[in-house]
């Protein structure tokens, strides 16, 4: 047993309250009475009211919950297809240039991304609305995906797959009932990855967006240029409730997929 | 046939909306600006065949890019942003490493929970955790409020609106990136190389000069990456924290964009910028590309 040293204690509750006060505070200042968002005068839940009755949030909100689902879906099936690609594909015409195209738009700025979708949607003429976010999101989250989903497929028994092979099944069938139960702990978490990158984006959903289609970011954008408000406190506090019950809640939930595997991997050598 | 079919629907997908795009910016670069819906010359006309073919590559220049390189605005802002990035990568490692390291020392039940608790910013909103800064920042925010309190400081500090609230803006939302791989080395350090090098002489601060930070130098380098590269492309940050004279070329090739129209202009910031990340992306898949090599 290792004891911590006061160095690593310190060094520890500073770090974690530099990463959780900011939200705390945030958190905190989304029940506050007063319109000034830095003077506390009393508990409200008021702001929550009001946020409920903007009905350009609530627009905004659908559009990005739209939105975030479709992207995240269709990404979901083409990053898991590029990351069998890459990873079973063996060598085909092209496969250098493929892998660069997976991992390129990881390390791209938002801004060159969200500038060159812009300009293809206009040269072939296609209007900006939800479908262009769509295209633009799956676009980039794909790569998220492919990559979250390749490392548990390289690191996946090829033998189980031969075997259901050799037993009379298609290989369409070996994947559905082999390969995809086994992988499908890491296509969730793309999923997951892939609709909370979707929810978050502000740049490229900005140049793909038209006037038809506001995402929450965008709403959120231009409304903070202009100051720091308690509706947007609320809708914050909400959004960071969210994001912090599901990823608790799958943590939890994989941790006991995971003992579950084991036990049962464990009762099959016995 | 269905292995071909499996490989071309994510490849097309990719060449049309990620290739093809690129191209486009560049052609666009390379075009003029003009008053019209898309505002720049020379379109493609296929209808003319050769000739318009032609035509259409004798329109293009690099206009643009002598206006980037004569502008020194231009320059400012690359120079300013390599700037920013790096000096935030390097404020992001001093205060990462610290954490890292607490993280790997700390007892193996302990390690999952603070792992969540370092994860669970990175999916919080990006937007929303900047915002929060705002509040804390500004002139009769919660920091200068808090100081004052304290007697510390007497008039509030001016933080909000200047390259010191970008810093801090990119080392919080960066810093999971830089903790991450950083704890990922050190807790695969054998503990017992330290013990041996204190038994041979070594004082502790020694020790952890001597081995620690060799054997984490692949955490560290990696980390340093993730947090650089788009610390250097980063708009949201300097445009919410930052003030008027923060120049990065992030903002710089959204307000060509968005607020001046210039296409054409905007699509060379953006070569230039893509041309600027090539060398460190380049260095950090080497990086990777030894680590991997190294475990094996």
Known sequence: MRRLSWFNVTSLTLGFAFLYIPMIILVIYSFNESKLVTVWSGFSAKWYGELFQNEAFMRAAWVTIKVAFFSSTFATVLGTMAAYVIVRGGRFYGRTLFSGFIYAPLVMPEVITGLSLLLLFISIGLDRGVLTIVLAHTTFSMCYVSVVVSSRLASFDRALEEAALDLGCTPFDAFRLVTLPIIA?????????????????????????????????????????????PEINALSTLMIAIVTFGVLSTSIYSKRAIARQQKEEQEAEQ | MRRAFLICIPYFWLIALFFIPFLIVVKIALSDSML????????????????????????????????????????????????????STLLTLLVGFPIAYGMAQSAPEWRPTLMMLVILPFWTSFLIRVYAWIGILSNEGFLNQFLMWLGIISDPLIILNTNTAVYIGIVYTYLPFMILPIYASLEKLDSSLLEAGQDLGCSRVSAFW?????????????????????????????????????????KVLWEEFFSNRDWPVASAVAVILLLLLIIPIILFQRNEQKNREAEQ
Do not use: H, Q
């Open chain 1, 185 to 229: 702990p890491a296509v969730i978490a793309g999923w997951l990855l892939a609709f909370t990158l979707s929810l978050d984006d502000l740049v490229i959903a900005s140049f793909t967006a038209g006037p038809s289609a506001t995402t929450l970011p965008i709403k959120i954008f231009s409304s903070v240029r202009l100051g720091v408000s």
């Open chain 2, 36 to 87: 019209s819906i898309p505002p720049y010359a020379p379109k493609l006309d296929i209808s003319a065949g050769w000739a318009g073919l032609k035509a259409f590559f004798a329109a293009l220049d690099f206009e643009n890019f002598t206006f980037l390189a004569e502008d020194d605005l231009y320059w400012k802002a690359y120079l300013s942003s390599v700037k920013i990035a790096a000096i």
């Open chain 2, 210 to 250: 001597l081995i620690t930070i060799p054997l984490s130098k692949a955490g560290i380098i990696a980390g340093c990456f993730l947090v650089f590269i788009p610390a250097l492309g980063e708009f949201v940050i300097p445009s919410l924290l930052g003030g008027s004279k923060t120049l990065m070329i992030g």
